[in-house]
């Protein structure tokens, strides 16, 4: 009876975080992914005939007569992973060593370093990117630092660049792969560090053997989270790559706002969720696997 008790009072809590996720999110997706399968109208919306044509313009199949596949598709999907590979290592590798810097610091320190670290999500994001645009414009706050001290003799034309898009999406999604790491680090059992110095294990064998191993797992997590939105960011190209950088993001944006393609816009919505979830599921294996020899 008191079985029946729990799973009643577990089913009561859970049903309305269910009934809000189906309807707002799985209904959502579902029509995305039969929306894919239609074929475009010819001024907008769909018509309801299956259409497998539209992956065909993105993998290779079209027929040729009323689609034709583009390899600027491919390329521009493959851009979009490489750059967004490229942020997941530039936060790690500045979140990482902070991570561990802010784990040393006193409790009252740690928390404040962790506030100044989540505060940019107190303002707008657009507001954010704007402001970087003042930065790396060639007019902008950077370039007139630089040549004001004499390092540079010409301004710096970063604005509308790969390179500008990198910095705009490391700065926004930072703190997803901090907070992961550092909870990973504040974990860490620090008797199997002082373990290590005694058995003679100098600061870098400790750290290659014992830390790094053991926060593997909040560096798999802060790639899962830092990736995905990097994948389908579409805000940070836009204002700081403009027409220049164009990221899988953008090309979805503009399939359902400029071109009203819907079908390939939600082909090429569904590549990416596709993406994601082989992303999720080995993190999830992975994850498992660590837990099991654990």
């Known amino acids: 009876?008191?079985?029946?008790?729990d799973s009643r009072r577990l089913a009561?809590?859970?049903t309305p975080a269910t009934l809000f996720l189906g309807i707002f999110f799985l209904g959502p997706l579902a029509i995305m992914v039969v929306y894919s399968f239609l074929e475009p109208g010819l001024y907008g919306g769909?018509?309801?005939n299956f259409y497998h044509w539209n992956y065909g313009r993105i993998l290779g199949w079209a027929d040729g007569e009323w689609?034709?596949?583009d390899p600027v598709y491919v390329d521009i999907f493959l851009r979009s992973v490489r750059l967004a590979f490229t942020t997941?290592?530039?936060t790690l590798l500045i979140c990482y060593p902070a991570a561990l810097w802010v784990s040393g610091l006193s409790a009252r320190w740690r928390t404040f370093a962790v506030f100044i670290i989540t505060l940019p999500f107190f303002v707008s994001l657009v507001v954010r990117l704007f402001c970087w645009?003042?930065?790396l414009r060639p007019s902008g706050f950077l370039s007139s630092v630089l040549m004001g001290m004499g390092i540079i003799t010409e301004p710096i034309d970063i604005i509308f660049t790969e390179t500008a898009v990198l910095i705009g999406m490391a700065y926004?999604?930072?703190p997803f792969m901090f907070l992961p790491i550092y909870a990973s680090i504040e974990k860490l059992d620090r008797s199997l560090l002082q373990a290590s110095s005694d058995l003679g294990a100098s600061p870098r064998q400790t750290f290659f053997r014992v830390t790094l191993p053991l926060t593997l797992p909040g560096i798999a997590a802060g790639a899962v989270l830092v990736f995905i939105p990097s994948l389908g960011n579409f805000i940070v190209p836009d204002l700081l790559g403009g027409a220049k950088v164009v990221m899988i993001g953008n090309l979805v944006e503009q399939q359902f706002l400029s071109a009203r393609n819907w079908p390939f816009g939600a082909a090429l919505s569904v590549m990416i969720m596709l993406v994601m979830f082989s992303l999720i599921i080995v993190y999830l294996r992975r994850l498992?696997?660590?837990e099991v020899r654990a």
Not at 1 to 5: D, H
Request: charged fraction near 25%.
């Open 12 to 14: 009561t809590l859970l």
């Open 172 to 174: 926004v999604l930072l």
């Open 1 to 5: 009876m008191a079985r029946r008790g």
């Open 288 to 290: 498992g696997r660590a």
């Open 88 to 90: 997941v290592v530039i």
């Open 133 to 135: 645009v003042l930065i």
């Open 46 to 48: 769909v018509e309801w």
């Open 67 to 69: 689609e034709d596949f």
